[in-house]
């Protein structure tokens, strides 16, 4: 049986926007550089960087009761390829 958990997304996202850097966020940014050059995204690794360096990553935040506040990529989201944190059950947003 395959179990999914709903979360609550408002009509109006509450959301924030992440910017990686090597000196602030070092793992994070590592890992998306890595992921754009086996996805062959760009012909350069310089050209990954300016993107990652230009391109904030949007975050929506999601209160689950009982639980806490976590953020889920939006494009994440959108596509149906989270899991939540507390529970470890793929979520789909809850219309």
Known sequence: MN???????????EVIEVTLTP????????RK????MEQKAFDTEEEAKEWIRTTPIVLE???????????IESEA????TCVSPYS???VIPEE
């Not at 179990?3 to 996202?13: L, R």
């Not at 550089?33 to 754009?36: F, I, S, V």
């Open 3 to 13: 179990q999914t958990e709903k979360i609550m997304v408002q009509a109006g996202p």
């Open 23 to 30: 000196e602030k966020f070092p793992e994070a940014y590592k």
């Open 33 to 36: 550089l890595e992921e754009l």
């Open 61 to 71: 935040l999601v209160y689950k009761k009982d639980s806490g506040l976590f953020a």
């Open 77 to 80: 989201l959108e596509t149906g």
């Open 88 to 90: 470890s059950l793929p």
